[in-house]
């Protein structure tokens, strides 16, 4: 029988994993557009076409990719603490650092 722990730490490594490819996903989307536009207005279009009628507004995409990106630390967190393999844990916290910091600083 497993335990809890086990089961548990298999959940908190899903959930990042899933959190952390949100915040990654609309971070390299945003690139692709904005090389890819002549004007702000043509890559802010074609970015909130990339997703649901219910995303399309665009301070909306910016709170859920801050949103998953915080939940993507505090699990890595305690991903940390559960394995003994470090590497994976920490390459996804230091990526959704950077991208909760590039998301707060394009909210100013």
Known sequence: MKSD???STKWVIIVTL???AV?????VIWAVVASNSHSQEEAVYAFSSHFPSFLNNIALVTYTTLISCIIAVVFTSIW???TKYKVLPIVIL???SIITLLTVFQLM
Request: positive net charge; without cysteine.
């Open 94 to 96: 230091v990526l959704s």
């Open 23 to 27: 915040a990654f996903y609309t971070q």
């Open 5 to 7: 722990k086990a089961i």
């Open 80 to 82: 940390i603490g559960r």
């Open 18 to 20: 899933i959190t952390f």
